[in-house]
């Protein structure tokens, strides 16, 4: 079976892609790419001949271009940003070159997310705080139904991707106490890299006067105080 090759980006800053992500990136003979957001220097360390940004590219026109470079003997990369494995939407194009006998090696990389807990020097998961992480995001274009007013309620640290744009009706529907810690951190990682931190009733309001519209994940839950949260001390140094 022909092969392809499923790479994790990072968040952005172009030295938290993987090792075995950066090896198969400049070695790659066809780069198929996130567009802008996969940051420009790591597209300029490929060594590939064909470059193809996927910004308004539709699945049958990726999964042709894979096709038709992999039978080439080509060593073809398609290079999402963060982890693909959140709303990476990689297994429909899985599923569809798998029917041609071409099969993916998926490379994890660094999601967004753990790049927003150390920008907001924290961890998700704290003792006697939050030991589960809710990662979801809003309904859509592309979604019907979410679940974030139940998920709220559970008290847990909550991650919100692709909520952004409509941050207002999305903390809106929230249930958890108004005052509960909330941040928004906008291109984690990235020279740009903003964090505003306030509460469920005012975060909203404080990332649009810093200018935030895109691009950004809300955090929701008293983890994010970090070393001010009231934690418990780990089992790991008793």
Same mark, same amino acid.
């Given at each position: 079976m022909h092969k392809f090759y499923i790479v994790g980006a990072g968040p952005g800053a172009p030295d938290l892609i993987t090792v075995r992500g950066m090896d198969l990136l400049r070695r790659a003979d066809v780069l198929i790419y996130a567009g802008s957001l996969v940051n420009p220097a790591l597209v300029a360390e490929s060594g590939a001949g064909v470059r193809l940004d996927s910004w308004g590219m539709t699945l049958p026109e990726i999964v042709d271009a894979v096709d038709e470079h992999v039978r080439a003997g080509r060593l073809v990369v398609r290079l999402h940003s963060g982890?693909?494995?959140?709303?990476?939407a990689i297994v429909e194009?899985? =599923?569809e070159l798998e029917r041609r006998g071409i099969e993916a090696e998926i490379v994890p990389g660094v999601s967004s997310l753990f790049a927003a807990a150390a920008a907001l020097k924290t961890q998700f998961t704290l003792r006697d705080v939050s030991e589960s992480l809710v990662v979801t995001r809003p309904a859509?274009? !592309?979604l019907e139904a979410d679940l974030i007013p139940e998920f709220s309620r559970l008290g847990q640290?909550? @991650?919100i991707f692709l909520g952004t744009e409509r941050m207002e009706e999305v903390l809106a529907? @929230? +249930?958890? &106490? &108004? +005052? !509960?810690p909330a941040a928004v951190v906008y291109h984690a990682s990235w020279p740009d890299q903003k964090v505003v931190r306030g509460t469920v009733a005012d975060i909203a309001q404080k990332a649009r006067e810093a200018g935030i519209e895109r691009t950004a994940l809300i955090v929701i839950g008293k983890a994010i105080e970090g =070393? !001010?949260?009231g934690f418990g001390r780990s089992v790991l140094y008793s």
């Open positions: 982890d693909p494995a959140l709303y990476g194009q899985m =599923a859509g274009a !592309t640290t909550m @991650v529907r @929230v +249930e958890c &106490p &108004p +005052e !509960t =070393a !001010t949260s």
